[in-house]
């Protein structure tokens, strides 16, 4: 046990050491290879933590499982469902760069459902093996069983509530106070959006749907504030178009978010998303209501910045060249 345990921390030593070694290597590239290379690395250490906690996973649900010659059938076809879904739980990232359209794909939606599953039995069962710990000599054995059997259920009511509860749209409304705001900008509406998320797991149709919701408020603006896309301009293209159909009375705004940056594509959307009525600003400002020579007199201005994760970027695009 001793041996196992220290060949353990070794391992998990050497483990930490080479991720830190990485690091240190991504941070010292050139802006648009370190973010390919980040993203190369954030697969690894994923996929590293994902294994474990799936291991995990298999030791504590095997004692769930039937036993015994007559129910050999039932128990592998429970082994063989069960490492079908740490498996695609694990795949999930790989799978959402991979199979990315106009809709997600079921094998997309599938491998989401499944990393939820292994997140929530990952923490219902520490808690139960915490349980166990403190509980020695006052929580019997026997009760382990059960004890893990109460885990998985509880597992699976927060997967399954928490996949719902995302996919749900809420609205909010908020009043905003502005100090010196001319009055005929009294009661202009604004509209927010973010972490549309765009990709492996919403899609045209969902974005459609999205659009339809925003008409109906009838506002003045709409803000795209971030996390729009997950993927390329090449496999999001067409999921994007219902942008299209946005009619706010003036006009819709986005400011990039580190998902748009994690996709590698940035600049090909900040080109692409005014095709579709939408105009990017960044580090930029723009005047509305109002009249830019006279200092936007009677109007306001909306700025847009880049997201804080990207700051060598936005020194490259804000400070001005100087020559020797």
Known sequence: MIECSGRNALLSGVFILVVLVVEVWVFSLESNRRIKALRTHVFFIFGAVLFVCSRYIWKRISILLPRGDRFWLCSWTLRFFLAVSLLLGQLCMILGALLVNKEPSY??????????????????????????????????????VHLTLAGFLLALVLTFSGLWYVSQVEVKHVTLPVKGLHPRLNGTTVVQLSDIHLGPFNGKSALNELVGRVN????????????????????LREAVTPLRDLKPKHGVYF??????????????????????????????????????????????YLAGLEDIETFQSVLRRTLPTTTG
Do not use: M
């Not at 599938?110 to 710990?133: E, K, N, P, Q, R």
């Not at 709409?222 to 496999?235: A, C, E, K, Q, R």
């Not at 400011?255 to 009525?277: A, C, F, K, M, Q």
């Open 107 to 144: 094998v997309n939606v599938a491998s989401g459902y499944c990393l939820g599953i292994i997140v929530f039995l990952t923490f219902c069962f520490v808690l139960v093996d915490l349980l166990l710990l403190v509980g020695r000599g006052v929580i019997p054995r026997s009760l382990r």
């Open 255 to 300: 400011s990039t978010g580190n998902h748009e940056y994690y996709t590698g594509d940035v600049d090909s959307w900040i080109e692409e998303l005014p095709r579709h009525g939408v105009t990017p600003l960044v580090n930029q400002r723009v005047c509305l209501f109002g009249e830019e020579k006279h200092g936007c007199s009677g109007g306001l």
């Open 216 to 235: 109906r408020l009838k506002p003045d603006l709409v803000l795209i504030t971030g996390d729009l896309v997950d993927s390329t301009v090449s496999n």
